[in-house]
């Protein structure tokens, strides 16, 4: 029987083929080391809080490093585990890297891969050397080569004697001479907006909401998981705050809403925190980039984000809903499984319960914005015939020829505001079940705050000064 035979071009699936970004390259690295911090706090290597992931990036000499102080690998097991494709001994439904083609995404985006790595209690560096530049060119060559003669032709190891590192362990990656093309792996403020929401990392802690997040995860018993991660030393954190720009102005986040999701048989499978704001409008590109990077509810597993921001768009039934929300949803079902890419999950029956879930509270939140939505222009519209009434009283002294126009304009915004009244009040009668409670401390946002913002107008010889008398009359 003719024996398998595994082409050079599979490597190329698992490299330059396998992810959109070349940013995710941090993520994958980033997501072992958070293994082997964990298999360290485990072996009591590490205490608790004395892990953390080191990134330096020198765009000066085109190098990127990622080093983590977990339990780094012996140098008995080094070639073992390194030289092992797409085989790994990680739990797939406990550890956040387990398919074992991670470690080879560097590949794609550089000269010369390098592991080095040592392990506790041992006095050895193992390093393996890849000559990336030279297995991409192997892909596109005329002669076919087996994924082992490639492999065979571009890996070094060697083992390199330090008598001082017997109380050390850490594993670390360096990429050489970063591919032109790809000059955005460089940028380091570009790096640490991505990794800021895609990391596990904490929240910033000036984010007031932190704490409220904190004790309902605790109540859940779930743990998020929390590394320090630092870019050329300086510490990633997870960058919401609560005033943001929306396209119809600034807004804020005034309290956050938990919803948890459980299976048939009480399972938790999921849970979720948004920010309650006014909801004045979508929070699109062409607003403040601040705002416009948190905008969205983010899906994390392991508290990894999963796919890009608008992962679960397709949720929603207007897919711009959105893009009215800042917010997080933490996949916990063990079954609930990423992707080769990470940007989803593997359609199981645990995906199918999942999406159904959240499919459901997405439709409360689609009537949550549009109320909201409605809420605000009904207001609006009420306050412009409040101040067009008085303004034309102004105009009508300065200008008595104008009281037909005048009085024509006034009705037409007196419709608009019996129209809204209307609004308030429907939105008004609707029954506050567990559900709508979120939307009743919206409601109450909302006329706070426009009381707070729209106070009586001045008042000038018995009559309340504005301009709007300009634009009623186009002056």
């Known amino acids: 029987?003719?024996?398998?035979?595994?082409?050079?071009?599979?490597?190329?699936?698992?490299?330059?083929?396998?992810?959109?970004?070349?940013?995710?390259?941090?993520?994958?690295?980033?997501?072992?080391?958070?293994?082997?911090?964990?298999?360290?706090?485990?072996?009591?290597?590490?205490?608790?809080?004395?892990?953390?992931?080191?990134?330096w990036i020198d765009s000066d000499k085109r190098q990127i490093s990622i080093e983590d102080n977990g339990t780094g690998i012996s140098s008995g097991e080094f070639e073992t585990i390194l030289k092992s494709i797409a085989q790994s001994s990680k739990q797939i439904t406990t550890e956040k890297g387990f398919r074992g083609i991670g470690r080879l995404c560097g590949l794609a985006y550089c000269r010369e891969l390098i592991f080095r790595t040592t392990a506790q209690n041992e006095n050895v560096i193992s390093v393996m050397r890849i000559d990336a530049k030279k297995l991409r060119r192997k892909f596109y060559s005329e002669k076919k080569y087996t994924a082992q003669e490639v492999l065979d032709e571009v890996i070094t190891v060697e083992k390199i004697s330090d008598s001082q590192i017997t109380n050390e362990h850490w594993f670390k990656v360096e990429m050489l001479d970063i591919n032109a093309e790809n000059e955005v792996l460089l940028n380091i403020k570009t790096v640490e907006d991505y990794l800021s929401f895609v990391a596990p990392v904490e929240y910033r802690n000036y984010f007031s909401f932190q704490s409220k997040i904190y004790e309902h995860a605790a109540e859940l018993n779930f743990k998020i998981d929390e590394y320090k991660i630092y870019i050329n030393g300086e510490q990633i954190v997870k960058n919401y705050k609560t005033t943001f720009k929306t396209s119809l102005g600034e807004d804020d986040i005034f309290d956050v809403a938990f919803e948890d999701f459980y299976d048939d048989a009480g399972n938790l499978i999921a849970w979720s925190w948004i920010g309650l704001s006014k909801f004045k409008g979508v929070i699109s590109q062409k607003t403040d980039t601040s705002s416009y990077k948190m905008r969205s509810i983010r899906l994390r597993k392991g508290n990894i984000q999963i796919g890009a921001a608008d992962t679960l768009q397709h949720l929603f039934k207007e897919e711009r809903g959105i893009h009215y929300f800042i917010g997080e949803v933490f996949a916990v079902d063990k079954n609930l499984i990423p992707n080769a890419q990470r940007d989803y999950f593997i359609e199981n029956p645990s995906l199918k319960i999942f999406e159904s879930a959240l499919k459901i509270y997405f439709k409360e939140l689609d009537k949550l914005y549009n109320r909201a939505s409605d809420?605000?222009?009904?207001?609006?519209?009420?306050?412009?015939?409040?101040?067009?009434?008085?303004?034309?009283?102004?105009?009508?002294?300065?200008?008595?020829?104008?009281?037909?126009?005048?009085?024509?304009?006034?009705?037409?915004?007196?419709?608009?505001?019996?129209?809204?009244?209307?609004?308030?009040?429907?939105?008004?009668?609707?029954?506050?079940?567990?559900?709508?409670?979120?939307?009743?401390?919206?409601?109450?946002?909302?006329?706070?705050?426009?009381?707070?913002?729209?106070?009586?107008?001045?008042i000038k010889n018995g009559v309340r000064t504005l301009n709007l008398h300009k634009i009623l009359f186009q002056i």
């Open 1 to 55: 029987m003719a024996e398998y035979i595994v082409g050079a071009n599979i490597l190329e699936n698992l490299t330059t083929g396998m992810y959109k970004d070349s940013q995710i390259i941090f993520r994958e690295y980033i997501q072992n080391s958070c293994d082997a911090i964990d298999a360290a706090i485990s072996q009591k290597i590490l205490a608790a809080d004395e892990g953390k992931i080191e990134i």
């Open 375 to 458: 809420l605000n222009s009904a207001i609006k519209a009420i306050k412009s015939y409040e101040d067009a009434e008085n303004e034309i009283k102004t105009a009508l002294i300065l200008s008595p020829n104008h009281k037909a126009d005048a009085e024509k304009k006034l009705a037409e915004l007196k419709e608009k505001a019996d129209k809204a009244a209307s609004k308030i009040e429907s939105i008004r009668q609707i029954n506050l079940n567990e559900s709508e409670s979120i939307l009743s401390k919206v409601k109450h946002r909302i006329i706070t705050k426009n009381e707070q913002s729209n106070p009586p107008p001045r």
